[in-house]
């Protein structure tokens, strides 16, 4: 076949068509650049930053009537006014102005000898030129841990990239801020709580003003989904408060006594929700009075060991995992500043290197606090729990599958995954580098092709985590400015503030403005498919926080029943271990059987009903093989559900819908060498 033939065109024709394709492929959409667009604001400070995004937002719903976006799961916007107000330096916005808003600490003044955290966390002396606006020589950097990265313009330019759910955790730590030579205010964990919230509100006030008036900016604090949802269809950022501290409510716990009880506990979560927070953490770098704690790794992972000990008067205690699940490994290496905070004679204790996990669970009255926060539709945060209290969380949260459930930064044992997407719950990876993030969503990506569910990211930025640093000027596929968002809308350049102008290539993800540039540099490096995930996160986060305020506890058809059993022990006749307290509502009393395997307890519902679902909370002694047996008569038995396999807890038996008048619990094999012993069993059609 003849291949045709084409004129060969001049080097001008050619730079002139060249030209012409990128700016239709580069400029703004027809009739976006008009100064009144509704996304530009009407008295933006003078001077400011530079957001360097041109094009409409998006707004509305694709075609399946979902909301479109990215989710950022995990940030601390205001965490400049937690650990006392010195620990992470500048503000996210000033009334006057940005040289006021992105300064240094004045103890880092004249060159950053006193920066005493910088150089804890970031090593070398702490040395560094403290100067922020204009110049930002040395700050706001990947790999500096206290400095400002959440200014608004840059905020605002991560929303105009695509974000549209930003979840900002209220955060702070108690001890942390009591040995931290600097600080300008108390350390109380609550009254910083209540600061951080009343400043996110603040700042809300302080956009609209920019965009002329109450209602009119893009930062909308949100309080339930719908509401989120609205605002995400008018192009704008849903705002979620949540909470991450070390002891919530006063919640702490001195050589293993609790320093709250549960009205302290309600008190605390009605004046969270009343602040507007709908997530939190009820553990966090210490164990305190409702959990234990993830281990934190190395260097760090011992300065947090030391502040546990000055905080609870005990260091981590470890034991040999029972299951696939562990523990990050407990730091080791040494901590010399924290270390000098110990008492006298005192020092961190070494660790066996095969007991991976925390001894301590979710206690009684973190169990309250999880029920508190279903009854409250609020979300709970696993990460930073340990195995056996996440492991605890998750089986209370299946016996009434309340979808409430979020791992926002990879802090949680990855072997949990498809427990918190089987609930319905929300996952989101920590903002690692382009390689890294884009290996570990697609490690995921059956499962979430399976439930079919979205991605998202936690920068964590301002949390002293660390963040993306730079593949480099000579990287073969580097980020080529500018470039168009996901959704093909708007056309980024490299951000600049002051005469500092910042390219992820060389820069890493130095502040939140290059959110933006750190996905289109995954879209690169891992690929368009994981981008897509991400922008299909706002819809997945909104559908676990819609499912919790839908959530609707099911009515238990065992409770106050009629019940019978093979054996009850009987120790004393002043405590009753009869068949009728496994079914009373009461987690005081039980049901035990005598020490011998064949055991059974059975319920009589009344009448038919429909079962589908029966939950078990075990006591010490608990079965480890066993049978949920349905009948209508009472005599002929059909197996709905067993296991050979049961350790204890709290377990959920969930099977096809069948009529049955009553249940029965058939024990098979024991897991100890007692008896069978329920605290309580339900029995639910839902």
Request: aromatic letters at 10%; proline letters at 5%; charged letters at 25%.
């Amino acid at each position: 076949m003849t291949r045709p033939t084409h004129r060969r065109r001049s080097p001008l024709a050619v730079l002139s068509l060249l030209l012409a394709t990128l700016a239709l492929l580069l400029g703004p959409a027809p009739g976006s650049a008009a100064d009144t667009s509704w996304w530009n604001p009407v008295a933006r400070p003078a001077p400011d930053s530079e957001v360097n995004v041109t094009g409409e937002p998006f707004k509305g719903t694709n075609a399946r009537g979902e909301v479109r976006g990215f989710v950022d799961a995990h940030n601390h916007i205001m965490s400049n006014e937690a650990f006392g107000g010195r620990l992470i330096c500048g503000k996210p916005f000033s009334e006057q102005g940005v040289a006021d808003a992105l300064k240094d600490c004045p103890e880092h003044y004249p060159d950053g000898s006193l920066a005493v955290f910088d150089f804890i966390t970031k090593g070398g002396d702490g040395r560094h030129d403290p100067d922020g606006w204009p110049t930002f020589e040395d700050w706001p950097a990947h790999d500096s841990l206290t400095h400002q990265q959440n200014y608004y313009a840059w905020i605002e330019r991560a929303w105009r990239g695509g974000q549209r759910v930003l979840v900002n955790d209220l955060v702070t730590n108690g001890v942390i801020c009591s040995v931290y030579f600097f600080k300008d205010r108390g350390c109380d964990e609550m009254t910083s709580i209540r600061l951080q919230a009343r400043k996110t509100y603040e700042m809300q006030e302080y956009v609209d003003r920019m965009f002329g008036g109450p209602g009119k900016g893009w930062f909308r604090i949100v309080t339930d989904s719908a509401q989120a949802r609205e605002v995400i269809e008018q192009g704008k950022l849903a705002v979620v408060l949540g909470v991450e501290t070390s002891e919530p409510f006063g919640c702490k716990q001195i050589l293993d006594v609790a320093q709250c009880d549960r009205d302290d506990i309600d008190r605390g979560l009605d004046e969270l929700h009343r602040l507007g927070v709908r997530s939190m953490f009820l553990c966090h770098k210490f164990d305190n009075a409702l959990c234990g704690v993830r281990f934190d790794e190395g260097a760090l992972g011992t300065a947090i060991n030391v502040g546990q000990f000055l905080s609870t008067g005990t260091f981590w205690k470890t034991e040999k995992c029972t299951g696939p699940q562990q523990d990050n490994p407990i730091g080791l290496a040494a901590a010399p500043t924290a270390e000098r905070e110990l008492p006298a004679g005192v020092s961190v204790p070494a660790y066996a290197a095969d007991a991976r996990c925390n001894t301590r669970g979710l206690t009684e009255l973190g169990e309250y606090a999880v029920r508190g926060m279903m009854e409250r539709k609020m979300m709970l945060e696993i990460d930073h729990m340990s195995v056996k209290a996440a492991g605890r969380t998750l089986d209370i949260l299946e016996s009434v599958s309340y979808p409430g459930v979020l791992s926002s930064h990879s802090w949680m044992d990855l072997d949990w995954t498809e427990r918190v997407y089987g609930l319905g719950g929300f996952i989101a990876q920590y903002m690692h580098g382009a390689e890294g993030f884009g290996a570990e969503a697609r490690r995921t990506d059956a499962l979430r092709e399976k439930y079919g569910v979205g991605y998202g990211y936690g920068t964590d930025m301002n949390g002293v985590g660390g963040w993306p640093g730079p593949r480099g000027a000579d990287t073969p596929n580097p980020v080529r400015y500018p470039f168009r968002s996901t959704d093909g809308g708007s056309v980024l350049d490299r951000q600049t503030t002051g005469v500092r102008t910042w390219d992820l290539n060389t820069d890493g993800a130095s502040h939140y403005g290059l959110v933006p540039d750190w996905i289109e540099d995954v879209r690169l490096v891992a690929g368009q498919d994981v981008v897509d995930d991400l922008f299909r996160g706002a819809e997945s986060y909104l559908d676990t926080w819609g499912g919790s305020e839908r959530h609707r506890a099911g009515v238990n058809l065992a409770a106050n029943a009629a019940a019978s059993a093979s054996t009850s022990e009987w120790w004393t006749p002043f405590v009753s271990y009869a068949p009728g307290r496994a079914v009373d509502g009461d987690r005081g009393t039980r049901w035990a059987s005598e020490w011998s395997d064949g055991q059974w307890l059975r319920i009589d519902l009344g009448a038919p009903r429909l079962v589908k679902r029966v939950t078990l909370d075990w006591e010490r002694a608990y079965g480890k093989a066993y049978r949920v047996e349905l009948s209508d008569d009472g005599t002929t038995w059909r197996t709905a559900w067993s296991t050979t396999t049961g350790d204890g807890g709290l377990d959920t038996a969930r099977f096809a819908g069948t009529t049955a008048r009553h249940v029965r619990i058939q024990g098979v094999e024991r897991g100890t060498g007692w008896g069978y012993s329920l605290v309580e069993v339900g029995v639910f059609s839902s």
